[in-house]
């Protein structure tokens, strides 16, 4: 069966490089240099992150990847000056377009956004689908500590509307005071403590809490065919969304609809290398196997099982895996 995995990163050294000359983000402002440095090994040191050669065709044989969407998994940091932002992303999808342009057949790509001008983000996002035949873009985390509900990221969504692009969200590092006080603890190690407030636990629910800001935003209202990728199963969000329905009623939201009928038909799921057979049949019965793609997570996640294994050993019918598999990703991606 032919698959499509959709949050598989990529990085270039150069862009990297460019990136620290400005310092941290704004995010890591508050954290003490032994903990700065464990961040900066975690989000650097995978050097399969910049290879397209062999490590990555190997994976993609040994899992029966037939093609993945590229992204960046570090976003250009909010800590480089607006200006020299928006020439550095553009440096960063001109790369990932060499690849793309290189093998047709095995890449597309996620665009990166200059967040810092959400103007120039729209554009970009425009440029890189018009001239380069980019599937999207991936948006991590937030900038600046701001939200992207707040109006003036509005031209991002519109062009994605306009233009008929996903917009895939990716967690990021969320701010030191948040992570102190829920996740740090006296009662156990540090370096818990920061894998709890990051891809053990906390950035997931950032992610979930960031995207359901947007539903109450009335984003969906304004542009119903806007349509919108959670990893990670949803991060979740799945299991509150009958809460949220009872709770936050369209009454009091000033929404057209209830809550969980956005993130039934707007929202999208991938496993993000979450390979959990009781999430996806979950999912499924939830959302609809026509709301689910693929994604493996590639290069962070190692598997000892081939995934299209996991899929095809799964309880689903035909019809559902191939949704999965591919045919959901060519649908929504136009591919
Ligand atoms: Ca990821």
Known sequence: MKIITLEEHYSNLEIIEENSKYGSPSYLNELDDDTLEFYNKMRNSNDALTDINDKRFKFMEEQKVDMQILSYTNPISDSVPKEEAIKMVKKANDYLYEIVNKYPQKFKAFATL??????????????????????????????????????????????????????????????????QHYYFSNSYPKNIGMQFASAGFGWHLDVGIHITRLVL????????????????????????????DQIMKPSATGLKKKISDYFKE??????SGILSSNQLEYMVKIFGANHILWALDYPYINFDKCSTYFL????????????????????????
């Open 312 to 335: 095809l050993d799964s309880n689903l019918t035909d019809e559902e895996k191939e949704l999965i598999a591919y045919k959901n990703a060519e649908r929504i991606l136009h591919i």
């Open 266 to 271: 707007n929202i999208y799921y991938t496993p």
């Open 217 to 244: 935003s009335g984003i969906f209202d304004k542009f119903p065919n806007l349509k919108f990728i959670s990893g990670h199963w949803g991060e979740g969000i799945p299991f509150m969304i009958d809460r949220m």
């Open 114 to 179: 200059p967040m810092s001008d959400p103007i120039e983000a729209a554009k970009e996002l425009e440029r890189c689908v018009k001239e380069y035949g980019f599937v999207g873009a991936l948006i991590s985390g937030t900038h600046n500590n701001k939200f992207y509900d707040d109006e003036e990221f509005l031209p991002i969504f519109a062009k994605a509307a306009e233009l008929d692009v996903v917009i895939s969200w990716h967690p990021e590092y969320i701010p030191a005071k948040i992570q």
